[in-house]
C-alpha cells in the first residue's frame, strides 16, 4: 500500500491538529507546521517528498508570508505536490490569486471535514510513494 505524504501549514493549533488527526486516521502521514518559517524548513527537509500540501491563506505570523508563498516554494522543490488552500477570506482577488499560484481546490471556512476528506481523496487518488520506506 503506498503512502500518502501530506503537509499541513495551519497556524490555529486546534484546526491544525484537528485536520491532522482526521488525516492520520484515514491512513495518510502528516506532518504539520503552524507558521511559516516551520513549514520552510519541512519543505527543504530532503528526506520528505510530500504528495499534497494543505494551507491556511492567512498564517496569522509576522514573517508577512501567505499560504501562497508557501505554495510557490514547495513547487520550487516539488512540482507535482498537489494543493488545498484553505481560509475565511472568499473574495475572488485571492481566488484569483490561488488559481494563478496552481492552488488545485479552494475551501472556504468554516468547512464540514467530508469536505477536505473528499478534497484529499481526490488529488491523491493514484499517488505513488515518493518516500523510501525504513
Not at 11 to 24: A, F, I, R
Not at 40 to 53: A, F, G, Q
Not at 59 to 72: F, Q, W
Request: charge should be negative.
Amino acid at each position: 500500500m503506498n503512502k500518502v505524504y501530506v503537509l499541513i501549514v495551519e497556524d490555529d493549533k486546534y484546526m491544525n491538529l484537528t485536520l491532522s488527526g482526521l488525516l492520520d486516521e484515514e491512513g495518510y502521514d502528516t506532518i504539520s507546521a503552524t507558521t511559516a518559517n516551520e513549514a520552510l524548513e519541512k519543505i527543504r527537509d530532503k528526506n520528505k517528498v510530500y504528495n499534497l500540501v494543505i494551507l491556511d491563506y492567512n498564517l496569522g505570523n509576522l514573517s508577512g508570508m501567505t499560504g501562497l508563498d508557501i505554495l510557490r516554494e514547495m513547487k520550487a522543490v516539488n512540482p507535482n505536490v498537489k494543493s488545498i488552500l484553505i481560509t475565511a477570506y472568499s473574495d475572488n482577488k485571492i481566488k484569483e490569486m490561488a488559481r494563478e499560484s496552481g492552488i488545485d481546490i479552494f475551501i472556504n471556512k468554516p468547512f464540514m471535514l467530508d469536505e477536505i476528506l473528499d478534497s484529499v481523496a481526490k488529488l491523491t487518488e493514484g499517488s505513488q510513494l515518493l518516500n523510501e520506506e525504513n
